[in-house]
């Protein structure tokens, strides 16, 4: 199941060590979210991240978004 731009800029703020923790702190922050489009964006993560093994998150590259920060480009 792949994820989205905006999914995986979300993902990116947070702690990708695993799926679990990424699920986990998205969970701890959904209370907290007013805005209602961020707060699909995040309903929409948690489901897909749900879906997915541990074998397929593991293997998404995170480190994507570390070189376009270092490129000055984010």
């Known amino acids: 199941m792949r994820l989205n731009v905006e999914e995986m800029n979300l993902l990116y703020m947070f702690?990708?060590?695993?799926?679990?923790?990424?699920?986990?702190?998205?969970?701890?922050?959904?209370?907290?979210l007013e805005n209602e489009?961020?707060?699909?964006?995040?309903?929409?993560?948690?489901?897909?991240?749900?879906?997915?093994?541990?074998?397929?998150?593991?293997a998404i590259d995170f480190t994507i978004y570390d070189e376009e920060e270092l490129n000055g480009e984010m």
């Open 37 to 58: 489009e961020l707060r699909e964006i995040c309903q929409q993560t948690v489901n897909k991240l749900e879906a997915m093994t541990d074998e397929e998150f593991a």
């Open 15 to 32: 702690d990708t060590s695993s799926r679990k923790a990424a699920v986990q702190v998205i969970l701890d922050r959904f209370p907290f």
